[in-house]
């Protein structure tokens, strides 16, 4: 009867420690910006941001199979990143699992630019992308509400 208790137990624990750590990382994916986007691969995604606020981008892959996203070439000047990007395992308890890579900017000053990504092995020299996903970035004054 006691090891009948102690599964339970051990399983409660298990389960409440996993909640936790899921909860962790959903917010993880928000943490440090304004608004969240969706970053479509193989395509070009618009986005519009007020001067002085940040947009965390999200772009999706698989950190077991050695590819990641990174930035290729510069940043356009009204644009500053936010620390470095880092992956989002949708599902934690899984090696290899599936998710998100984040990178966050934010707006400096009013401007229109694109920041371009490629999915490679950063690793393996002279590596091909076999992705690439773009960005095209507007900056503007935030109108204030007025009557």
């Given at each position: 009867?006691?090891?009948?208790?102690?599964?339970h137990?051990?399983?409660?624990?298990?389960?409440?420690?996993?909640?936790?750590?899921?909860?962790?990382?959903?917010?993880?994916?928000?943490?440090?910006?304004?608004?969240?986007?969706?970053?479509h691969p193989?395509?070009?995604?618009?986005?519009?941001?007020?001067v002085?606020?940040?947009?965390?981008?999200?772009?999706?892959?698989n950190?077991?199979?050695?590819?990641?996203?990174?930035?290729?070439?510069?940043?356009?000047?009204f644009l500053?990143?936010r620390?470095?990007?880092?992956?989002?395992a949708?599902?934690?308890s899984k090696?290899g699992?599936?998710?998100d890579?984040?990178f966050?900017?934010?707006?400096?000053?009013?401007?229109?630019?694109?920041?371009?990504?490629?999915?490679?092995r950063?690793?393996k020299?002279?590596?091909?992308?076999?992705?690439?996903a773009?960005?095209d970035?507007?900056?503007?004054?935030a109108k204030?509400?007025g009557?």
């Amino acid at each position: 009867m006691f090891r009948l208790r102690r599964s339970h137990l051990s399983t409660l624990v298990l389960i409440s420690s996993a909640a936790a750590l899921s909860a962790c990382a959903s917010n993880s994916a928000s943490r440090g910006a304004d608004s969240v986007e969706a970053i479509h691969p193989d395509a070009v995604t618009e986005i519009s941001i007020n001067v002085g606020s940040s947009v965390a981008l999200m772009l999706p892959g698989n950190a077991g199979t050695g590819y990641e996203w990174v930035l290729a070439g510069d940043l356009p000047g009204f644009l500053r990143q936010r620390g470095v990007s880092e992956f989002v395992a949708k599902d934690i308890s899984k090696v290899g699992s599936q998710g998100d890579t984040r990178f966050v900017f934010e707006a400096m000053e009013t401007g229109e630019g694109a920041i371009r990504f490629h999915y490679l092995r950063s690793w393996k020299q002279d590596a091909k992308p076999a992705r690439w996903a773009e960005a095209d970035i507007t900056a503007i004054v935030a109108k204030s509400g007025g009557g």
